[in-house]
Nanobody, 124 residues
Framework: QLPLVESGGGLVQPGGSLRLACSAS????????ITWFRQAPGKEREEISC????????NYAGPLFGRTTSSRDNAENTMYLQMNSLKPEDTAIYYC?????????????????WGQGTQVTVSS
């Protein structure tokens, strides 16, 4: 079983919402910082937000800033990313990554686990 699996992506109309899930297996999510990234075709990977073991949420400046809410269900060993007011330019593959650390750090290096990604398509 893969250590991190994203789900919840799909096709949504502009203005709609999606809740992505990042489920962990083989390790305890609460011991790791979990960061959401996305990557659209031909574009660089973008950081969206990070949730620290202590519950701190860091929403990074960028196109999705102000339109996301992060949460964690410790019993389910799963982190969620709620995205609202979606736009066609939000179309991308969304990834979560886990790093065993107490604090969130910028950048895409040094992660212990990456998920395989979930496709989000915003289109009418």
């Amino acid at each position: 079983q893969l250590p991190l699996v994203e789900s919840g992506g799909g096709l949504v109309q502009p203005g709609g919402s999606l809740r992505l899930a990042c489920s962990a297996s083989g390790f305890t999510l609460v011991d790791y910082t979990i960061t959401w990234f996305r990557q659209a075709p031909g574009k660089e990977r973008e950081e969206i937000s990070c949730l620290s073991p202590g519950g701190g949420i860091y929403n990074y400046a960028g196109p999705l800033f102000g339109r996301t809410t992060s949460s964690r269900d410790n019993a389910e060993n799963t982190m969620y990313l709620q995205m609202n007011s979606l736009k066609p330019e939000d179309t991308a593959i969304y990834y979560c990554a886990a790093r065993r650390a107490r604090l969130c750090q910028r950048g895409s290096e040094g992660y212990d686990f990456w998920g395989q990604g979930t496709q989000v398509t915003v289109s009418s």
